[in-house]
Structure formats: C-alpha cells, structure tokens
C-alpha cells in the first residue's frame, strides 16, 4: 500500500513538473518572439533612419558640388582683387560647409550596406595584378606582389574578384595607418591545397608596422565583434571578408608580423589560366597624356553634367554623356573609353550595377577601363561598395577639380 502512494505521488510530480516545464517553456517562447519581434522594428527603425541621412546628405552634397565647381570655373576667370576675396570666402565657405556635413554623417554612423556578390569565372593572376596596380596609384608605402602561384593554378578560378579586390585594398590601407617601419609590405599568394574541384589559396601580408601592438589588439577587437558596425578600413575588410567565408589570421613571430586568409573558390575547368599573361603584364605602353582621353561621364543630372563638362573641357578632349547606368552599358559596348566616370544614384541603371555588368562584360577580354566612381554618398561603408562592384577609385561630393584631373591621372 504504501509503495503504490509512494508511486502515485512520484507520477503526480512528475506529471507536475512537466506542467510547469510546459508552461515556462511558453512564456520562455513568448518572451523570445517579444525580444525578436522588438529587435525587427529596431531594424527597421535603423534602416528608415540610415535611408533618411543617406538621402540629405546626398541632397547637400549635390548642390555643395555645384557650388565648388562653379566656384572654381569663376575663380579661374579674370576678376578684380575685391570679386577674388568674395570668391575665396565663399569657397571657404563652402570647404567648412561640407566638413559639417561629414561629421554630421560620422555622429550619425548608419549601418554597412549589403554587399551582393557577383559570381564570375576569373583569372586569379590578373586580378592581383589590378589589385597591385591600383595600390601603387592610391598608397604612399611600396606594396611589393609576390605571387607563388603563377604556375600552380592552371585553372580560372570562380568567384567575386571585385569583392577580393576590395577586402586586399581595404585590409592593406588598413594595416598602413598604423605605420610601416620600411615603407614597405609583401602580398603574398601561395596554394594551400588543391583538389580536382577548388583551389585553397592563402593571401598573405608580410610587413614590419611601427604600433604593432595596436593593430594586433584592433584585430582581435574586430574578430570578437564582426557584427558590430564600425567606420575606418580594417571593419570594412573584416565586413566583407566575412562574405566570403574567410576569417583573417594574425602572427608574429620576432621581426615577422604576419596577416593572412585562406579562401577557396572553384576550379572552372572549361577554362585555363593565359599562358601570355606575363608577356602581357610585362610589357610596357605609352601612358595617354589627359588632354587625349576619351572619356564617358555617366551622370543623370543636367546641371551636374554642364558643370562637369565646363571644368574638364579645358583638360580633356572628348567627354561624352551617359544619362543613366543602362545608356552608358550600351555605349560601353559601341565604343573604346579610355575612362569612366560613373555617378552612383541613377534611375534605370545605378552605378554600381552598370560598373558589376561592366567588369562581367571585360572579364571575358583582355580589357579593363578604369572606372572612378563620382557620387554625393559618402556614408560609412559607401566607398567599400563601390570599390567591392569593381570601381578603381571613390570621389566623394563636394570635389575639387584639381583633385578629379589627379585621380585621373593616378589610372592612366
């Protein structure tokens, strides 16, 4: 008798517990739909906010690039000692106006905008080889290219070469703030493994940094927190490194100091790697002087377009005008540029898309124009995205015209 009550009142227990389990299993479930459901509308919330600064600072910088440009073409003109004050004052004016706004945008600190990858069958030596050359127009330091897989990889490789493009470009900018002892950093690519399907390559950055120790804790700082949007150009390489699947690596051992990634990507066996590449790289052409180039101005906005053409028409010879991504696509196609300056915001088309269709359309030549990206964005992660879609250089509204003729002339 007394094990048969002893045995009932152990099932009611535990029937009991498995009530209340039940139930704080319910509230548990409610409490986690209530948490999700609050940080959605947090989302969104940030999203409408970054939308609404991304879209007045693109506003003011429009007409503060206006400004600029007008200002310098009347600069330029003969005027009386009393108009050329007036006009210094107003273009220093106009300077403390546009500082305003980037600290506005810095306080403001919108989210990173999404990356979305463009998957292409490329040539893994000609895209260190742009990377290379596009780090020697934008970095002071020498960035020496040792590639240890020039023979290794018989294959074009398939993945994002924009996006690689970007997290190297980053990641070296990045490293170079905190200073290079010798002026000097190796990139190093070298095959990790391989199979009858991928390569495994290993991008390595060799370097002496004069604040080590800074760099080194930034790093693990930023391994810890991926998900938290930071500005400056190691977050964004760590931002779009983490797109490809890839973690960044950190060493150092006495002298050597050490940052490394390996990624892998597919092999496309339909198509081997051109064997005339370094003949080709090797060779040597005369660099067009800026008063020869032919060059496409994609932008949408009639008065952006006469000012542009007024301040470069003393300096260029041919500029035609595209009023949209999808109509500079087509004459992309129709003619040879020698440069393309692509506005961002466009209706149609934007810029990043028509620059993505135009570096799939070269990725099947031997062809590759140099593309500077021209746009009133100038928030947190905006660089990084034109860069990541294939542009060679970002200028940001307001600019002066001087420093539009020497971007140019940087990619020649």
Known sequence: MTNTILLILTIFALLTGIVVLLVLSRKQRKRMLLQQEVLERFKKKALQQDRFIADFSHKLRTSLNNITLIN?????????????????????S?????????????????????YKQTILSFNLH?????????????????????????????????????LLRSVLINLIKGIAEYGLKDDRLLLRTNLEGANQNAYSVRFQLECNVQHWQSLEKK??????????????????????????GSKLEISSGGAQQQLYFIQDFPKDVTRKTDTGLQKRTGQVEDKKSIGDLNVLLVEDNAINQKIVLLSLNRKVRQIDVANNGKEALEMFGKKKYDLILMDIQMPVMDGITATKKMREIENTTENRIPIIAITANALAGDRDHCLAAGADDYLSKPFQVDELVERIKSLL
């Open 72 to 92: 310098q073409l009347v600069h330029d003109a003969r005027m009386g000692n009393d108009q050329g004050e007036l006009m210094e004052a107003l273009r220093t």
């Open 94 to 114: 106009t300077s403390d106006l546009s500082q305003d706004v980037n600290e506005l945008v810095e306080i403001a600190k919108p989210a990173f905008i999404e």
């Open 126 to 162: 000609e895209a260190m080889s742009g990377i290379a050359g596009i780090l020697d127009s934008e970095i002071k330091v020498s960035v020496v290219l040792d590639r240890g897989v020039e023979q290794e990889i018989e294959y074009n490789i398939i993945g994002d070469p924009s």
């Open 219 to 244: 790093v693990r700082e930023l391994l810890h927190n991926t998900d938290t949007p930071a500005p400056g150009l190691l977050p964004a390489a760590f931002r779009l490194l983490s797109l490809t």
